[in-house]
C-alpha cells in the first residue's frame, strides 16, 4: 500500500494552461507538505499544511494555490503555467507539525511537470 | 539566506569501493541535519543527527555531524550497484520549523 500517493505522475502540457497536482496520503498525518525540485536537483519547500490550515508559505508566485480538502488530502493548482514551472514536484506527510514532524517527514513519488 | 552546499555533485566509482560525501551548510539556527537516499522517485530517509561527533550506522553507510566546523559526512563501504542514487542532505531550521536541501551527490557505482 502507498503511504503518500500523488497524481498524475507524468504532466506534459502548454504555457498558459491551468493544471492541478492531487496528493493523498494514507498514514493518518496531520502535517503535509508540497516541495518543488528543480533541474539541478535542489529540493524546496513551497507549502506546508497542519490539519487543513496553512503554516508554511515560501516566497512562491501566487499561480500556485494549495487546496486541503481534509488531512488526508493536499492538492497543488498551478494558473498560467510558465516554462519555469518544469520541475519535479514532490508531496510529503508526517505525523506532527513543527520540529518533530520535519524530521520525519514521507515522501511521495513526485510528479513531473513539463511546460513546453 | 540559510544554504546547503554538497560535495561532489557527481561521484563516479566502482563496486567495493568506498565512498565520502560532504555537506556543509550555512543557517541562522540550526536544529539537526537529515540524509536522504533518492533512486528514481521518493527520497527516503537515511539518518538525522543532531549533536556532534556522534556516529550513526546502517550497514554500510554511516554518517557524522561536526556542529563546530558545520559540515556532515556520510560514508558508503563496499559500494554496490544498488547504492546508485542521488544523496541529499537537509537542515532542519529551527524557528522557521522547515528544511533547507543540499543540491545532492550522484553517486553512480560501476560493476
Known amino acids: 500500500d502507498t503511504a503518500v500517493s500523488q497524481t498524475p505522475k507524468y504532466l506534459v502540457t502548454q504555457m498558459g494552461n491551468d493544471k492541478s497536482i492531487k496528493c493523498e496520503q494514507n498514514l493518518g498525518h496531520d502535517t503535509m507538505y508540497w516541495y518543488k525540485q528543480d533541474s539541478k536537483k535542489f529540493l524546496k519547500i513551497m507549502f506546508s499544511y497542519n490539519n487543513k490550515e496553512l503554516i508554511i508559505n515560501e516566497t512562491v508566485p501566487n499561480r500556485f494555490s494549495p487546496k486541503s480538502p481534509d488531512k488526508a488530502h493536499l492538492n497543488l493548482h498551478i494558473n498560467s503555467l510558465e516554462l519555469g514551472d518544469s520541475a519535479v514536484y514532490f508531496c510529503?506527510?508526517?505525523?506532527?507539525?513543527?520540529?518533530?514532524?520535519?524530521?520525519?517527514?514521507?515522501f511521495g513519488p513526485g510528479t513531473r511537470l513539463l511546460v513546453l | 539566506e540559510d544554504k546547503v552546499v554538497q560535495s561532489p555533485l557527481s561521484l563516479v566509482v566502482h563496486e567495493g569501493d568506498t565512498v565520502t560525501l560532504n555537506c556543509s551548510y550555512e543557517?541562522?539556527?540550526?536544529?539537526?541535519l537529515l540524509w536522504y537516499k533518492q533512486e528514481k522517485k521518493a527520497p527516503t530517509f537515511l539518518f538525522m543527527l543532531?549533536?556532534?561527533?556522534i556516529e550513526k550506522k546502517s550497514g554500510r553507510l554511516s554518517s557524522i555531524l561536526d556542529k563546530k566546523e558545520l559540515f556532515s559526512i556520510l560514508n558508503i563501504t563496499a559500494t554496490q550497484t544498488g547504492d546508485s542514487a542521488i544523496y541529499l542532505c537537509a537542515v532542519l531550521i529551527q524557528g522557521a520549523q522547515k528544511l533547507v536541501f543540499g543540491q545532492g551527490t550522484r553517486l553512480t557505482i560501476n560493476p
Open positions: 510529503a506527510s508526517s505525523q506532527e507539525w513543527g520540529l518533530a514532524g520535519a524530521e520525519t517527514q514521507y
Open positions: 543557517v541562522t539556527n540550526f536544529r539537526s
Open positions: 543532531t549533536s556532534s561527533g
